[in-house]
T-cell receptor, first 115, second 113 residues
Framework: GNSVTQMEGPVTLSEEAFLTINCTYTATGYPSLFWYVQYPGEGLQLLLKATKADDKGSNKGFEATYRKETTSFHLEKGSVQVSDSAVYFCALSSFSSGSARQLTFGSGTQLTVLP | KAGVTQTPRYLIKTRGQQVTLSCSPISGHRSVSWYQQTPGQGLQFLFEYFSETQRNKGNFPGRFSGRQFSNSRSEMNVSTLELGDSALYLC????????????FGEGSRLTVL
């Protein structure tokens, strides 16, 4: 079945540091890949997505490239801010019969950015 | 454009009771999915509805059920609550086309005592 493996947290960085959160996946076919972010007490917000190999998703300074050869979708940001403190989830989208959609999530990585 | 709206945001129940959670999707979105989020199990898929039909179901006992109405609004019900049902229940909606991305509500936080 499908699975997503994320870098264990928590991750603590100083403001303006470089961020990498690793994500690898196992899936049949050609899934779409996503990063979601969850701030305390809130639901999940879509951060970025990529739908095919070598696609780069980007948003708010975050980037991730869909690497089919390494089955990876690592999240990066060149300079983090305190406001980036949140939990980050890597996910893949699979389609079953009748075009039913389901996201498979990684376990989440807690990021804390210190001023 | 209004986002996904879930009610209630917080609720407390006791073991053996039942609970109904409500979700209003983004206007124009006809697919609604439900996920359970717990510290131990993470995010787990419950079920997905499209045009009032359940298209997909996760690995949860029959105590967990849902339905979708003609206006795409959805409800999920948990009967005979157990302590382990304490969780954040997230509803998400999506368009029938696209990459499969979901748009989530803020969730309903259920505590079972």
């Amino acid at each position: 079945g499908n699975s997503v493996t994320q870098m264990e947290g928590p991750v603590t960085l100083s403001e303006e540091a470089f961020l990498t959160i690793n994500c690898t996946y196992t899936a049949t076919g050609y899934p779409s890949l996503f990063w979601y972010v969850q701030y305390p007490g809130e639901g999940l917000q879509l951060l970025l997505k990529a739908t095919k190999a070598d696609d780069k998703g980007s948003n708010k300074g975050f980037e991730a490239t869909y690497r089919k050869e390494t089955t990876s979708f690592h999240l990066e940001k060149g300079s983090v801010q305190v406001s980036d403190s949140a939990v980050y989830f890597c996910a893949l989208s699979s389609f079953s019969s009748g075009s039913a959609r389901q996201l498979t999530f990684g376990s989440g990585t807690q990021l804390t950015v210190l001023p | 454009k209004a986002g996904v709206t879930q009610t209630p945001r917080y609720l407390i129940k006791t073991r053996g009771q039942q609970v109904t959670l409500s979700c209003s999707p983004i206007s124009g979105h006809r697919s609604v999915s439900w996920y359970q989020q717990t510290p131990g199990q993470g995010l787990q898929f419950l079920f997905e509805y499209f045009s009032e039909t359940q298209r997909n179901k996760g690995n949860f006992p029959g105590r967990f059920s849902g339905r979708q109405f003609s206006n795409s609004r959805s409800e999920m019900n948990v009967s005979t609550l157990e302590l382990g049902d304490s969780a954040l229940y997230l509803c998400a909606s999506s368009l029938p086309t696209g990459a499969g991305e979901l748009f989530f509500g803020e969730g309903s936080r259920l505590t079972v005592l």
